[in-house]
Every structure is written in structure tokens, then in C-alpha cells.
């Protein structure tokens, strides 16, 4: 009897927290995909009959004409936005109603994940990137530009010392040794060169920190999205205390003994302790670093700042700016160099450009003289446009709404508190109405003359609102350092390991090629 009772209550949990949601969106009026039970619509991914970009753009396609439409990441319902004047109605006009992504990782069991920008919530959101948003500014990277420039110059020093003709790398591996190198000197405040020494304890626990290829990291980030109550209760952080550990441990040592010394090196980590102590140098001379880059809003840059940036603070900021640029910056310079390595033609005229600034300019490079290069900024773009760094981001309801009807068949729909919104930038970017041609690659869709016929808020490779990517000119200058440097040595060519054209893997959990990212780096002797 017992047994039976256990059962029907197991039975009723099961139908209130994974079935009974499932039509969430059908009694609202909204049209909505045909989610499976437990899994929703991630079943896709899950099983890995898709890839979370095509995942995306599937999603958005499911109902054209349509403002919006409900799909469900497992058991959450999930209001899919269509519209570029909704999204700005959501994420700029009406921020305060949008001004939290989903949290699902405890601050308790994990307080270096939940103290980060992108976790934290409400007041202390707002007090956090108040207080940070003068350290990303473009006169900060101005002065930090010298520690990406040498990062970039030592990686490709590393394989012009090989002396080879050509050389076949793969380049995920190969480029996330640079974003961890870029991180360690600006954020953390030490030197690792990860091509040279590739087991250094820093790379190794940075990819540790981003590697989702495991079952088990698989199964524990599965259950942060479908279960976060019982992770919670197991007390199950994103990240391994031995990871968290190492960061802090490296983030507090390092404070220390600038603070015992005296030391000051233009780094994230020094702009960090700046804030601390309420110090905002701003000059606005410098060189804005290009088209994508994403403007500051008022409410989210000149409110009340943090009275007091604990270590922990810093750690947290640092950490989530590793968890950002060590993947997702090294994938977008995997795409770009797909997209430069089959097309020849792009490829030459953007070494032209850099050959040119490189002469002009006595043989360096400054940060003026790079974001000077007008075609080296319509290559980036256009990359961040084909492939953006986020497929796609997420906004909860902070204060009850309504999306008011605009066309004829259309209801209000009434969202509450605590429900999740998404915007898809993955599929905007590959939108034919958006981008006529979009899986083509053209850098002229951003010359003077017809960026400004892009449609607004169809283009957000760094996201949209006060809640944008604040790191945005750091991610810009550092790809267009790597890319500088790069081209003006080797010429990016296919192998005959390279897949084109270029299927995304449906195995891997981070956007990936089928097969790697297998390119030729053919030296030129010329330069």
C-alpha cells in the first residue's frame, strides 16, 4: 500500500513539473512547438539529432510571420522573440521589466559563478556594472592594447620559429591557447604562454572550466536547467571546487603582492582594483573599436556603485570574463578563419589592407593604426555576423507585463514574474529578410554606404540593451590583434583534413566544425 501511495505521489510530481507545463503556451494563445515530455524541445540537442545553432534557427523558423512563438528548453516555458521592434521594446524601452538573464546556479553553492556580472540580479546587478562599466571602456583597451598585441605577436612568433612552409593545425585547440593566454595577462595579472608550455596549470584548468564534452558535466548542466531545486539542495556548484579554488587562489595571491608592492600594470585585473577604491579615469580620445561594438547605457553605467569590491568580487568578475572569452572568442576566430581560408579573395584583400598599415606605419602596429583598417572592420563584422559569439541569450520577467496584440490574429500575452524570454541572434544573423543572402559571407554589407540600411536590432552579435555584452571592444580588438598579425605572416588555407563545406557537429555542446577546425597556415616568405 505504501509502495502504491509512493507511486501515484511520484506520478503527480512527474505530470506538475515536467508534463503540465508542456502546454503553457497553447492556453496563452501563442503558438508553440510539440515539446516531448521531460526533455521539452531539447531533445534535439540532447540526442544529438541537431546542433544548437541549427536548434536555433529551427525554432524561429517554425511559424513564419509570426511576432513570436513559445518553444521549451526541457521543462521551462520559453517565449521565442521574432520581432527587431520587439526586441527593443523588450531589451532597451522596457528594460526594467527584462532586466535579469534565468539564474540557476546558487549563490550559496557556487558564490564565484553567481557573484559574476552575468548571474547577478536586480540592485546588485546595476551596482556591479556601474561599477565595472568604466574599466571596458575604449580608452582602457587603448592602454591594455600592448598586452594583446605581444600575446598575439608571441603566438604567431611560435609557429614562424617551426621555419615550415606549411603548417596544419587545429584550430580550436590551437586559438583557445591564445584567448587563455590574452585572459591570464589581463584579467588574472600573469604570464603563461600556452603554445610553448601546453600543459601549464592555467590552460588546464581553464579548458576544465569550459569543457562541457563530458557525460558528467553534461548531466550537471542538464540538471541546473531541469532540476535546479535538487541541485540546490545536493548542493552541486557549476564549477569543481578545485577549479574555483585555483582562480581565487590566483586572483587573491596576485592582489596581494601588488598591493604589498606597489606594482601597477595596465591589465583588467589593475582597472579592477581601481574601481575598488572608486577611481574612473575616462578620456574619450580614443578610437572607438568598431561597428559591432556595443554603446553603454545610462542606467546601467552611471548608477550607485559598489561601496566595497570585495576579492571575492574580483575573483568572480575575472572568472566569468575566462568563462566568456576562453570559448566562445576562440570559436568566432575558428569560423572567421573557415570563412577567410575559402575564400581567397577576402582573405588577400585583407592582407593588402594590413600589409598597407603596417608599412605606413614603420613596420607596427598601435591600436589607432588597427582600428583604422576599414576593411579589417567590415571582415569582423561580417564574421560576428555570420557566426556571433552567443547564438542566442535570455531575458526573466522582473515585473509583470503585457505584449500588446499588433496584428489581427494576436492577444495580449500576459507574462508574469519569473517567465523566460529569448532572443535568438544566431537566427536574426541568418534571417534572408534581415540579410539577403545571409549564409554568404560579405564584409560590404558593412561599408559606409550600406550599414546604415541595416535594419535596427537585427544586427547583435554582442546582444542588445543595458544588459549587453560590456566586454564587446575587448572581444573586437583582441580578434582583429590576432587576425593582424596572422595574416600579415601566413596565408590560412584548407588541408585535406578540412570539411567544406563546414557542417556544425551535432556531438559537441560548444558551436564546433564536423571533423575540427583543421586549416594550413602556409608561411610568406615576403613578409
Excluded at 540557476?104 to 552575468?118: E, I, M, Q, S, Y
Excluded at 563584422?381 to 507585463?401: C, F, N, Q
Aim: aromatic content about 14%; overall charge neutral.
Amino acid at each position: 500500500m505504501l509502495w502504491l501511495i509512493l507511486l501515484i505521489t511520484l506520478a503527480v510530481l512527474i505530470w506538475f513539473r515536467f508534463l503540465k507545463p508542456m502546454n503553457h503556451f497553447t492556453k496563452m494563445g501563442v503558438k508553440q512547438t510539440k515539446p516531448w515530455p521531460i526533455f521539452g524541445d531539447q531533445w534535439r540537442t540532447v540526442f544529438r539529432q541537431m546542433s544548437f545553432l541549427d536548434s536555433i534557427e529551427y525554432y524561429y523558423n517554425m511559424f513564419p510571420g509570426t511576432r513570436y512563438s513559445g518553444f521549451y528548453q526541457f521543462s521551462i516555458p520559453t517565449l521565442i522573440i521574432k520581432d527587431p521592434e520587439l526586441i527593443k521594446q523588450i531589451t532597451v524601452k522596457d528594460f526594467d521589466h527584462f532586466s535579469d538573464h534565468r539564474s540557476f546556479v546558487d549563490a550559496d553553492v557556487d558564490p564565484l559563478w553567481a557573484g559574476n556580472l552575468f548571474a547577478l540580479t536586480g540592485q546588485k546587478w546595476k551596482e556591479m556594472r556601474a561599477t565595472l562599466s568604466g574599466s571596458f571602456t575604449s580608452s582602457k583597451m587603448k592602454n591594455m592594447f600592448h598586452l594583446m598585441n605581444g600575446a598575439a605577436e608571441n603566438f604567431v612568433n611560435f609557429f614562424l620559429s617551426k621555419n615550415e612552409e606549411l603548417i596544419e593545425v587545429e584550430m580550436k585547440n590551437t586559438f583557445t591557447r591564445f584567448t587563455n593566454d590574452i585572459i591570464a595577462t589581463t584579467a588574472f595579472g600573469i604570464e603563461v604562454d600556452s603554445l610553448k608550455y601546453p600543459n601549464n596549470d592555467f590552460y588546464l584548468m581553464g579548458k576544465r572550466t569550459t569543457d562541457f564534452s563530458s557525460l558528467s558535466r553534461r548531466l550537471r548542466f542538464f540538471a541546473f536547467l531541469m532540476v535546479p531545486k535538487l541541485t540546490k539542495f545536493l548542493r552541486i556548484g557549476l564549477f569543481d571546487k578545485e577549479i574555483s579554488s585555483f582562480f581565487y587562489k590566483t586572483i587573491k595571491e596576485t592582489i596581494q603582492v601588488r598591493e604589498e608592492t606597489g606594482i601597477v600594470r595596465q591589465d583588467m585585473l589593475h582597472l579592477l582594483l581601481e574601481a575598488r577604491k572608486g577611481i574612473q579615469h575616462e578620456h574619450s580620445d580614443a578610437i572607438e573599436t568598431g561597428f559591432a561594438t556595443v554603446k553603454e547605457y545610462t542606467q546601467s553605467g552611471k548608477g550607485r556603485q559598489l561601496i566595497n569590491l570585495t576579492d571575492t568580487d574580483i575573483a568572480s568578475q575575472a572568472m566569468i570574463f575566462f568563462f566568456a572569452g576562453f570559448d566562445t572568442i576562440s570559436t568566432a576566430m575558428c569560423f572567421g578563419s573557415y570563412e577567410l581560408a575559402v575564400d581567397k579573395e577576402i582573405q588577400n584583400k585583407l592582407r593588402s589592407e594590413i600589409v598597407e598599415a603596417h608599412r605606413l606605419n614603420g613596420g607596427k602596429v598601435t591600436y589607432d593604426s588597427l582600428l583604422k583598417m576599414n576593411y579589417m572592420d567590415k571582415v569582423i563584422s561580417e564574421i560576428l555576423r555570420k557566426w556571433p559569439p552567443a547564438g542566442a541569450v535570455d531575458r526573466v520577467v522582473t515585473k509583470p507585463y503585457t505584449i500588446e496584440p499588433v496584428n489581427a490574429d494576436e492577444t495580449p500575452i500576459n507574462l508574469k514574474i519569473g517567465d523566460v524570454i529569448w532572443i535568438p541572434i544566431f537566427a536574426f544573423h541568418r534571417d534572408p529578410e534581415n540579410f539577403e543572402n545571409p549564409t554568404k559571407l560579405d564584409p560590404e554589407r558593412f561599408s559606409d554606404e550600406n550599414k546604415s540600411s541595416i535594419k535596427p536590432y537585427t544586427y547583435l552579435p554582442f546582444g542588445a540593451g543595458p544588459r549587453n555584452c560590456i566586454g564587446s571592444r575587448f572581444a573586437l580588438l583582441e580578434i582583429k590583434a590576432l587576425f593582424y598579425h596572422l595574416l600579415l605572416n601566413f596565408e590560412i588555407e584548407p588541408t585535406k583534413t578540412t570539411t567544406v563545406p563546414l557542417k556544425i557537429c551535432t556531438k559537441s555542446f560548444n558551436p564546433s566544425a564536423e571533423g575540427g577546425f583543421w586549416f594550413g597556415l602556409k608561411r610568406l616568405r615576403s613578409n
